[in-house]
């Protein structure tokens, strides 16, 4: 999405309990501590003989997301859609969803989160270290995608990696002045490759153009085995006011009629083909479906299909 999205890690730990009544009763037996909503880090999945990863980068709660979803349609409409769908439009939860390849031969990142520490603790916990990754991919450069390029110190967070990106993403975020681009990805452009269209980062890992979210976004076609997933990036961003409404414009859509037009031709496909998909900002894992609903889709969230 944008750069202005920065993940407030939710507090770890509720604050003191107040004691039970029954302790105070003098019982011997203490509730256990409420520890709110919670996710694992990782989740791994398998696409023919690679494994794929998705990565909890972050997640945080967002208000007044008619703000950001619908631009184009009135408050009456969102607040139908929304609750025809059992979701508030008050709030909410955003997800962060780095996905790392491994092909056998390189291990492959796509993305890198809000921060290097963010997306590094997920990868620890998948069972990878920061030096294990060959390969660091950016699929568009959004602050949520390249915040974590680096460390606190400005160094690169994978230093072993070599860098690829879509040449028309990397040569729109050049020519602006541009803080997040001048900080994360300008002081490391000798270290980048640059694909087009129908480019391999490494064999089964093909680019996809999806323009329009922003000028040179990227979308991956992994495949090996005969089997295929979609890592479709930013191209839809809500399973409900995205996919089910792909024309509803989003705030964070650089160009908002190419999004939506390329949104319908990946979600056309998708569906056509029954690709499963990972999206960088779908409900945690980020893993699912498109399904054909009238002139519209549906999500349906991967259930054991690629534990097969
Ligand atoms: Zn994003």
Known sequence: MSDQIKVSRRAALAGAAALPLAAAAGATRAAAPMMGTAMSPFH???????????LLAGT?????????????????????VSAEANLPTD????????????TG????????????????????????????IDVVVITHMHGDH???MTLDDGSLTYGN????????EFDAWAAQDNDNFKAKIAPFAEQFSFLEDGGSVASGLTAMAAFGHTPGHMTYMVEDGGTQLVLGADFANHYVWSLAHPDWEVKFDMDKAA?????RRILDMMATDKTAFVGYHMPWPGIGYVEKAGDDFAYVPHSYQLML
Do not use: W
């Not at 921060?115 to 990868?123: D, E, K, P, V």
């Not at 999004?259 to 949104?263: D, P």
């Open 44 to 54: 791994r999945i398998k696409v023919g003989g690679f494994d794929v990863t998705t």
């Open 60 to 80: 945080r709660a967002v208000e007044g997301p008619h703000n950001i979803f619908g631009l184009n349609v009135d408050a009456d409409t969102f607040a139908a």
């Open 91 to 102: 709030v909410s939860q955003f997800f962060f969803t780095p996905t790392v390849v491994n």
């Open 105 to 132: 031969s390189e291990l492959v990142l796509f993305d890198t989160g809000l921060s290097g520490a963010g997306t590094t603790a997920a990868l620890e916990a998948a069972g990878y270290t920061v030096d294990q």
């Open 146 to 148: 390249i915040g974590g």
């Open 161 to 168: 990696a070599r860098y690829v990106t879509g040449r028309a």
């Open 259 to 263: 999004a939506a037009a390329t949104r």
